[in-house]
């Protein structure tokens, strides 16, 4: 059982987080950020079985979490847990939110409905996938403000319930932004490449650790750059957009993993960095 103090947290405004801080949007899919009780020490928090970012601003310490797309909305907590102190939960509520529908039509059948001489691949690149994207990396600065990572606009949203030729398929765990093949992928923020290589419906893809469990995941690109362990920084060159694995031509599909989970970008993206078409998406 967890002992200690049931803290309910006020919300904090994101006007107060826009430049330090991502956009504090406690639903399925979102961002919470919580302050968490005073320390001299750094605190150790979880959430939903996953050791969450603990980040400190304006001499305060918050917590930031992801919270996963089949969340149901309610009454929940962080677990935190201060050096010679008690556990205590922080609490929050997640508010429902509804996603819209995308219908899309895939030219090669295979990459809707896979034979079964590709699905033990499958398996092991989505358990690969999934190891990278629940390494935890310690960073006392993890940078959470990010650029817009190429010249296109924004094509498909988060979240979105696909269907590809008329089946349902798994939820929209990215954003698209659609360019030319060939259009320059930059890093959204600065990083180390976790992994890179080429997957069955995600193509050639690139996966950049920016610390403390959050992961800028850039699929279907024609050319990678860069490679694992290297260092790289905000805007620098890692490639080119492509059209590799499942999608319905040159796009940048583009997902954010916070504590193992999928999480809207635009959380981490300010405003004055969207491109102007997409501002009112």
């Not at 929940?76 to 529908?101: D, R, W």
């Not at 650790?209 to 905000?234: A, D, P």
Request: net charge positive.
């Amino acid at each position: 059982m967890i002992k200690g103090l049931l803290l309910l947290a006020a919300m904090i405004p994101s006007t107060v987080l826009a430049v330090a801080l991502p956009k504090n949007e406690p639903v399925p899919g979102g961002v919470i950020v919580l302050e968490l009780p005073a320390s001299t020490t750094t605190p150790v928090a979880h959430f939903d079985g996953h050791r969450i970012m603990v980040v400190k601003h304006a001499d305060h310490w918050y917590g930031v979490a992801g919270i996963p797309l089949a969340t149901a909305a309610g009454e929940t907590a962080l677990t935190v847990k201060i050096a010679q102190q008690p556990v205590l939960q922080v609490k929050f509520s997640i508010q429902p939110k509804q996603y819209p529908e995308q219908r899309l039509v895939i030219k090669n059948p295979k990459l809707v409905n896979p034979p079964a001489s590709e699905l033990d691949r499958i398996e092991r690149e989505q358990r690969h996938l999934e190891r990278i994207l629940n390494a935890w990396v310690p960073d006392k600065a993890p940078g959470l403000s990010f650029i817009w990572p190429a010249d296109g606009p924004q094509t498909s949203g988060f979240g979105l319930r696909r269907f590809y030729n008329g089946e349902e398929g798994s939820r929209h765990m990215g954003i698209d932004i659609g360019a030319a093949a060939g259009t320059p992928v930059r890093a959204p923020a600065d990083g180390v490449v976790a992994d890179e290589g080429h997957y069955y419906f995600c193509g050639h893809t690139l996966t950049i650790s920016l610390g403390q469990g959050l992961y800028s995941v850039f699929c279907h690109m024609n050319k990678i750059s860069v490679r694992r362990g290297q260092t790289v920084k905000q805007g620098e060159f890692v490639g080119t957009i492509g059209a590799t694995g499942r999608t319905t031509g040159p796009n940048l599909h583009w997902t954010v993993s916070l504590n193992g989970t999928p999480v809207d970008p635009h959380a981490f993206i300010p405003a004055n960095a969207i491109p102007v078409a997409d501002r009112q998406k």
